[in-house]
């Protein structure tokens, strides 16, 4: 059942045999190659993403001070709103979801359009991205522990590409939980403010929120680290698996051909070349599948968070991982050159003879 190989060189013909004897185990192969990369690229891309995220969350923010409150104090004039965390509805998906109501007269006016109903809201970029919402579709929020959803009409997107929230005003905001027009649980302001203690929750500072995300960036480029390390361990281990099973099959042929005078360079490049050249092309071939793939899996795996983060990964990336791919099994196949080189004939051909 094997195809004609008439018309090729012996080496390349046997090249090719080897190759087609061992195509489970190149598949499978593959598959590691594929899953390792999947590892490598997300140890390689997720620092910068989230550096990227750090920088665009102070650059959003439109104050430097938030402060929530527990209850107005009469010495603190600055702007106003007041921020709730709502059940929120998706289809069969429910989770957290912030709803924000600013006063008249505050940086966020801009966002808020003038002509907006009761029963409308803006929501941010980046809800509008993760769940596919556009202007003129509706949400589905409750204040904890109510039974019934209710619907709120899409009337803008505003431009804040990492938070996940929607905006009204605030006297809306009052009228859609059934509470006085003025009531507020925070202040905006660009200077510090002097809030009374009794009355505070807690104080958001633009300074120290950057402070707070590059801390836990740097605990978590470890976590990167280690995977990046695992994945090139596990790559390392599969081809080195797979190039041994592939020489323990052919030991036999191996000393056949050093017999008829092939040297072990020769032999090696029989045996490990055609490997190599597949695995070579194996990975720009797979760019078509393996790019879109990645970008899913990672916007599956922030899905759930209450952030949007869009993927983008550098291709000096691609290029990286490439290059140790090649770098690891470089090193798997020196090896099988070893193993090669360390064959005894002698002990091979009395299994032969008997």
């Known amino acids: 059942s094997a195809p004609s190989l008439e018309g090729l060189s012996l080496l390349r013909a046997a090249r090719l045999r080897i190759l087609g004897e061992n195509r489970l185990n190149i598949l499978a192969l593959f598959f590691g190659m594929f899953v390792g990369n999947v590892l490598l690229l997300f140890s390689m891309a997720m620092g910068p993403m989230f550096d990227d995220y750090a920088d665009s969350i102070k650059r959003d923010m439109k104050y430097n001070y938030t402060y929530m409150i527990k209850a107005p104090d009469p010495d603190v004039h600055a702007d106003k709103g007041l921020s709730l965390t709502m059940d929120y509805k998706k289809g069969d998906d429910k989770s957290d ?12 006016d801009k966002d808020l359009p003038t002509t907006m109903k009761a029963d409308e809201v803006v929501i941010s970029t980046g809800l509008a991205k993760r769940d596919d919402l556009n202007i003129g579709d509706t949400i589905e929020v409750k204040l904890p522990g109510k039974k019934e959803y209710r619907k709120l009409k899409v ?19 009052n009228k859609f939980i059934d509470k006085d027009a003025g009531n507020f649980n925070l202040y905006w302001s660009q200077k510090p403010l002097h809030v009374d203690d009794d009355r505070l929750l807690t104080t958001i500072d633009r300074a120290k929120t950057g402070a707070y995300l590059e801390a836990f960036l740097e605990n978590f480029d470890g976590a990167l680290l280690t995977t990046r390390i695992l994945a090139m361990v596990f790559y390392f281990t599969l081809v080195y698996t797979v190039s041994k099973l592939i020489l323990e099959k052919s030991q036999k042929d191996i000393c056949y051909l050093k ?3 092939y040297g072990d360079g020769e ?20 760019l078509p599948l393996f790019d879109p793939l990645v970008r899913y899996l990672f916007a599956l795996s922030v899905s759930k968070l209450s952030v949007y983060m869009e993927p983008h990964f550098a291709a000096k990336s691609y290029v990286t991982i490439y290059a140790l791919d090649l770098a690891v099994f470089a090193a798997a196949q020196a090896l099988g050159r070893r193993k090669i080189k360390g064959l005894n004939m002698v002990e091979e051909l009395k299994k032969v003879s008997g």
């Open 267 to 286: 032999v090696a490049s029989v045996y490990l070349l055609g490997m190599g050249i597949a695995v070579a092309l194996f990975y720009p071939l797979s």
């Open 155 to 173: 009337a803008a997107i505003a431009h804040d590409i990492h938070s996940v929230q929607a905006l009204m005003p605030m006297e809306a905001l």
């Open 259 to 261: 017999i008829f005078g």
């Open 97 to 108: 979801l912030n709803l924000l109501g600013p006063d008249k007269n505050t940086a966020y």
